[in-house]
């Protein structure tokens, strides 16, 4: 099952249940007068209202991250994490509708009720989603493509484990296998059979399309050739460098990194425990922020966007026009960034630098008191007005209010292979403004891109809502001095 399909089927199925979960409370309300009723409000048709609330608690579940992928997670965990959306969700509606209404002994026994037809409803809904999810696992049915990197004597073991736990939804479909000396000895290269453990024997087909690689570098390329979405590491809890390895060449990828519970004290605070039906793993690097910050983070990133766009679309419409006719070239300048995952975006701004800015040099970072800024771009520099266009790109989703600067791919080609850890900038969507921004200096030179880099990283291990205000308002106040560069 696809993660649309997933997603799809889960909206339904909540749609579904949540409507007759409605409708069971609303009967044995108005109709058969088990619950108290309001003293103002007695609807003549339960139709609208019922629509209405069942959409009030979709759009509950989506702000709460409840549609976000569980794939082969624990049914218990996530009806946990429903019972805490649909707790505040009925004292969101007390709030809002009851309070006035009722009294106390009165609105316990409509919260519960309510609660209990939601939950219950939903709860069942989802249970036969998820069961059918992994009847289809099983069958070999939307198993995730997965590698292993390690030890060559460590892969066999790793994958009869894999094996024995079908319900996980890993398929093994090619690993790089790593030798003592630090180089690869096969990677799959040759048909491998493996005991799966009940056995039987499988035999795995080669995975790799050219003896070449078989190096850890090729890490990048198998991602990418086999649809990889999940990375097993069979390493050993000293095996620091090829972890680093594996972390450095999978930052930026849309895959999940997972280890099993011995080396734990290599990854620190970096890692999470969990269970998928039985087999013990822990992923490496998730999500940096809760699904409910997200989803703020996100609507805040719409609302101001929105808010700036249209209040100072005068003002905006009046630098577009001095920036078009106080040099030659268009207004808005369009660069292709690379943003979240590594994929490439055109990013808008203000043109700041006269057109033929590159045309003698190629790709460089500006300077300090940069000969290219033109006598309008120079000022928009300072007060950061030549990011306003960004908001376009924020409304698209392509960015964030917060977030790591993106860059030009000329210059991740570049850097990734010279500074540790850099695409870990990918795994978040860019920012018009960042921690970097506030605390450095525009890049000039590699040092000066080194330093950001660490500012970056750190953001994107502490990110927050209160962080992006506290940047936010820094951002402001530069701009206000007018001491951008």
Known sequence: MSKRTERFALLLADFLMLVAALAIYTVARFEWGWLPQPTIFVPASYVVPTLVLAGYWIVCFLFFGLYQSRYAESR??????????????????????FIENLDAYSARQTLLVLWLAVFICVALGRFVVRSIQKALILKGYGRHNTLVVGWSDRVEELYA??????AAGLNIVGAIRLSRE?????????????DAGDGSTVTLAPALTAPHATEIEALPQLIEELNIQDVLIALGSDDHKPLFD?????EGQPVSL?????FYQVIGGMARTEQIYGLPLIEV???????????????????????????????WITVGLLVRFSSPGPAIYRQTRVGRHGKPFTMLKFR????????????????????????????LRKTRIDEIPQLWNVLKGEMSLVGPRPERPYFVDKLKDQIPLYSRRHRVKPGITGWAQVKWKYDTSLEDVKQKVKYDLFYIENMSLRMDLKILLSTIRTALKGSGQ
Not at 86 to 96: A, K, R
Not at 183 to 193: Q, R
Not at 246 to 250: H, K
Request: glycine letters at 6%.
């Open 76 to 97: 218990f965990d996530e009806l946990i994490s429903l019972a805490k959306v649909v707790t505040l969700g009925v004292l969101i509606l007390f709030f809002i509708l």
């Open 161 to 166: 484990e894999v094996a024995r736990y079908p």
């Open 182 to 194: 630090g180089h690869g000895d096969g990677s799959f290269v040759e048909p491998l059979s493996l």
């Open 246 to 250: 594996v972390l450095r060449l999978s």
């Open 258 to 262: 997972k280890l099993v519970p011995d």
């Open 285 to 315: 690097l998730p999500q940096p922020m809760p699904a409910w910050e997200q989803s703020t983070k996100r609507l805040l990133d719409i609302a101001v966007s929105m808010t700036l766009l249209v209040v100072g679309l005068p003002v």
């Open 352 to 379: 700041t630098m006269r057109q033929d800015a590159e045309a003698a040099t190629g790709p460089v970072w500006a300077q300090a008191d940069d000969p290219r800024y033109t006598a309008i771009g120079r000022w």
